[in-house]
């Protein structure tokens, strides 16, 4: 899946991860930064992708497209595709030319929308990255996994670099007897769930 990785999509992804590191350097305001994952954290949720059971793949938090580039990797590897969600105008205009130059169209369809308002039917999930503004994780939590099928998996991004701001979604993963649940010590931080 790694070993041949496709020019455009290498492109994009060196592209992104230029522009992740100035926004970072140059203090661009949070809201216009990509505040992308970094690519340990795209390989790890690639391999999770992939190694899911069936069902659909989403994500919620698209931004530029970074995340989604190594998700879509996995759904190339597997034969599926993803449905990706961003609110964000900027970052969504960002995602749709991400998507077209790393030329993934055939695997992921693109939602401009908040996952909660959305006109697309998603159940049965095998696999959910949820990487957008921590005030919605909690709800997005409570939303995904009751669709998780059984071994379905949930990871948050920013378990660890936005611990205070996620604690209460973070408590209640941990207890969840509906999941097993760990953080995991890659990148941000990645709260990992398995829908028992």
């Avoid at 992740?20 to 795209?42: I, M, N």
């Avoid at 749709?96 to 030329?103: D, G, Q, S």
């Avoid at 709800?139 to 996994?145: K, L, N, Q, R, S």
Wanted: glycine share 6%.
């Amino acid at each position: 899946m790694f070993s041949e990785i496709p020019t455009s999509v290498l492109d994009r992804m060196s592209e992104l991860e230029l522009r992740d590191a100035k926004d970072r350097a140059d203090g661009t305001p949070r809201l216009e930064r990509l505040r992308q994952v970094p690519p340990e954290t795209g390989r790890f949720i690639a391999l999770w992708a992939a190694a899911a059971p069936k069902g659909s793949i989403i994500e919620v938090g698209t931004s530029a497209g970074y995340s989604t580039l190594w998700l879509a990797l996995a759904c190339r590897a597997t034969g599926r595709t993803l449905t990706t969600f961003e609110i964000l105008p900027e970052k969504a205009r960002l995602a749709r030319e991400t998507f077209e130059k790393a030329e993934v169209l055939d695997v992921v369809q693109f939602v401009e929308s908040d996952y909660f308002l959305h006109d697309v039917e998603i159940d049965q999930v095998g696999f959910c990255f949820l990487d957008a503004e921590k005030e919605v994780y909690e709800a997005c939590y409570e939303a995904i996994v009751p669709k998780l099928v059984p071994g379905g998996i949930l990871i948050a991004d920013n378990a660890i670099s936005h611990v205070e701001d996620l604690s209460k979604m973070i408590d209640r993963a941990l207890a969840d007897s509906r999941v097993d649940a760990m953080i995991v010590p890659i990148g941000t931080g990645e709260l990992v769930c398995r829908k028992r």
